[in-house]
């Protein structure tokens, strides 16, 4: 039913996987032994959150915030609000953001400061996807499972208005969906 409000796929699910598997590995090897907190920012980052640590065979926490940004027309203006806050104390734990998709940048700059002031014994970024041609700040996870062109997506996390969030892929809306 979902499907055919998508012009195409651009990342199926099982290629999302295998990159939730590679990455996993990676910070498996990186966090062993060092009781990280993964914090998902909400609502987008969910099912990549939760396919990841399946893949992270090592003690972990987990945690989420919620940030809403002031938006005055499309684009976000870098202006962050704070809806739901960690539950932990990140003061010297090795934290980990996990992100849907890093566009302007603009949201994890202020997320990342926020974070920092907090004084973690580590910080780092990892996301889903990746639109370089987007951003309006120098900031750069330091993981990232896709590189995208510059177009709107849905799926696996990532919604328009609201929706499409529970598509098991990542794709393209047809243009009529916007009419
Ligand atoms: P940024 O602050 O511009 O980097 O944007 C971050 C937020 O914008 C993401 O967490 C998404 O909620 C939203 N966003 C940016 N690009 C897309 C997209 O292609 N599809 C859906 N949401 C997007
Ligand atoms: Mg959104």
Redesign the pocket.
Known sequence: MLDQDIKKVLISHEEIVAAAEKLGQTLTQEYQDKNPIFVG?LK??IPFMAELINHVDAHLETDYMAVS?YQGGT??T?ELTVVKDLTADIENRHVVII???????????VLKRMFLERKPASLKIVTL?D?PE???VEIDADYSCFT?PN????GFG???QENYRNLPYIGILKEEVYQ
């Open positions: 920012i987008g980052s940004s684009a976000s870098g992100e849907d998709i890093i566009d302007s940048g603009l949201t994890l700059d996807l639109k987007g951003r309006q995208i177009e709107f997506v849905v990532l919604d328009y």
